[in-house]
Protein backbone atom coordinates (compact mmCIF):
# COMPACT_ATOMS: atom_id res chain seq x y z
CA UNK A 1 0.00 0.00 0.00
CA UNK A 2 1.39 3.00 -0.47
CA UNK A 3 0.86 4.89 2.82
CA UNK A 4 -1.61 6.19 4.96
CA UNK A 5 -5.22 6.18 4.15
CA UNK A 6 -7.05 9.71 4.50
CA UNK A 7 -10.02 7.78 6.06
CA UNK A 8 -7.60 6.41 8.91
CA UNK A 9 -7.39 10.24 10.38
CA UNK A 10 -9.83 12.28 9.11
CA UNK A 11 -13.42 13.00 10.24
CA UNK A 12 -14.40 14.35 6.36
CA UNK A 13 -13.02 13.76 3.36
CA UNK A 14 -13.05 15.31 0.17
CA UNK A 15 -13.73 13.54 -3.36
CA UNK A 16 -10.32 14.29 -3.79
CA UNK A 17 -9.14 12.30 -0.44
CA UNK A 18 -11.86 9.67 -1.17
CA UNK A 19 -10.38 9.01 -5.16
CA UNK A 20 -6.65 8.68 -3.26
CA UNK A 21 -7.81 6.06 -0.49
CA UNK A 22 -9.46 4.05 -3.85
CA UNK A 23 -6.55 4.35 -5.45
CA UNK A 24 -4.09 3.36 -2.23
CA UNK A 25 -6.24 0.30 -2.17
CA UNK A 26 -6.11 -1.09 -5.40
CA UNK A 27 -2.19 -1.19 -5.35
CA UNK A 28 -3.35 -4.79 -6.43
CA UNK A 29 -6.06 -6.54 -8.37
CA UNK A 30 -9.04 -6.09 -5.84
CA UNK A 31 -12.55 -6.60 -5.59
CA UNK A 32 -15.23 -4.30 -4.89
CA UNK A 33 -16.34 -5.14 -1.47
CA UNK A 34 -12.79 -4.77 -0.58
CA UNK A 35 -12.36 -1.45 -1.94
CA UNK A 36 -15.71 -0.22 -0.15
CA UNK A 37 -14.67 -1.85 3.31
CA UNK A 38 -10.42 -0.88 2.84
CA UNK A 39 -11.68 3.01 1.56
CA UNK A 40 -14.70 3.16 3.43
CA UNK A 41 -16.80 4.75 1.14
CA UNK A 42 -20.65 3.58 0.36
CA UNK A 43 -21.39 1.98 -2.79
CA UNK A 44 -23.39 4.99 -4.80
CA UNK A 45 -20.12 7.31 -4.05
CA UNK A 46 -17.98 4.24 -4.97
CA UNK A 47 -19.56 3.95 -8.61
CA UNK A 48 -19.33 7.52 -9.51
CA UNK A 49 -15.44 7.55 -8.31
CA UNK A 50 -14.85 4.31 -10.36
CA UNK A 51 -16.18 5.92 -13.22
CA UNK A 52 -14.13 9.23 -12.72
CA UNK A 53 -11.02 7.30 -12.15
CA UNK A 54 -11.49 4.80 -14.67
CA UNK A 55 -12.19 7.74 -17.18
CA UNK A 56 -8.90 9.38 -16.05
CA UNK A 57 -6.49 6.66 -16.71
CA UNK A 58 -5.51 6.47 -12.45
CA UNK A 59 -7.55 2.61 -12.26
CA UNK A 60 -7.95 0.34 -14.27
CA UNK A 61 -11.03 -2.25 -14.94
CA UNK A 62 -10.40 -6.03 -15.52
CA UNK A 63 -12.82 -9.03 -15.63
CA UNK A 64 -12.00 -11.70 -13.39
CA UNK A 65 -11.35 -14.61 -14.79
CA UNK A 66 -13.56 -17.27 -12.35
CA UNK A 67 -11.62 -20.15 -13.76
CA UNK A 68 -8.69 -19.46 -11.97
CA UNK A 69 -9.85 -17.57 -9.15
CA UNK A 70 -9.63 -19.26 -5.57
CA UNK A 71 -12.43 -17.51 -5.00
CA UNK A 72 -16.19 -18.79 -4.55
CA UNK A 73 -17.89 -15.61 -4.99
CA UNK A 74 -19.36 -15.12 -8.13
CA UNK A 75 -21.07 -12.55 -7.93
CA UNK A 76 -18.10 -10.27 -8.50
CA UNK A 77 -16.99 -9.90 -11.93
CA UNK A 78 -14.31 -7.39 -11.88
CA UNK A 79 -11.52 -6.35 -10.53
CA UNK A 80 -9.91 -2.78 -9.93
CA UNK A 81 -6.00 -1.92 -10.11
CA UNK A 82 -4.29 1.32 -9.98
CA UNK A 83 -2.10 2.49 -12.69
CA UNK A 84 1.27 3.99 -12.40
CA UNK A 85 0.04 7.11 -13.18
CA UNK A 86 -2.38 6.83 -10.86
CA UNK A 87 0.23 6.04 -8.05
CA UNK A 88 1.94 8.96 -9.16
CA UNK A 89 -0.79 11.17 -9.06
CA UNK A 90 -1.43 9.57 -5.11
CA UNK A 91 1.77 9.91 -4.24
CA UNK A 92 2.21 14.20 -5.46
CA UNK A 93 -1.28 14.40 -3.67
CA UNK A 94 -0.24 12.75 -0.80
CA UNK A 95 3.37 15.05 -1.01
CA UNK A 96 1.15 17.97 -1.32
CA UNK A 97 -1.38 17.39 2.23
CA UNK A 98 2.52 16.87 3.71
CA UNK A 99 3.60 20.01 2.51
CA UNK A 100 0.08 21.84 3.79
CA UNK A 101 -0.22 20.54 7.25
CA UNK A 102 3.48 22.30 7.96
Known amino acids: MLGRLY????????KVQIYADIIKVTAKPTKTTRIL?????????????????????????????????SSKDYRTKYTYQATDIGREWCESLDELYQTLEK
Open 37 to 69: RLANVQYNTFLECIETLCTAGLLEKASLNIKKS
Open 7 to 14: ADYLERRD
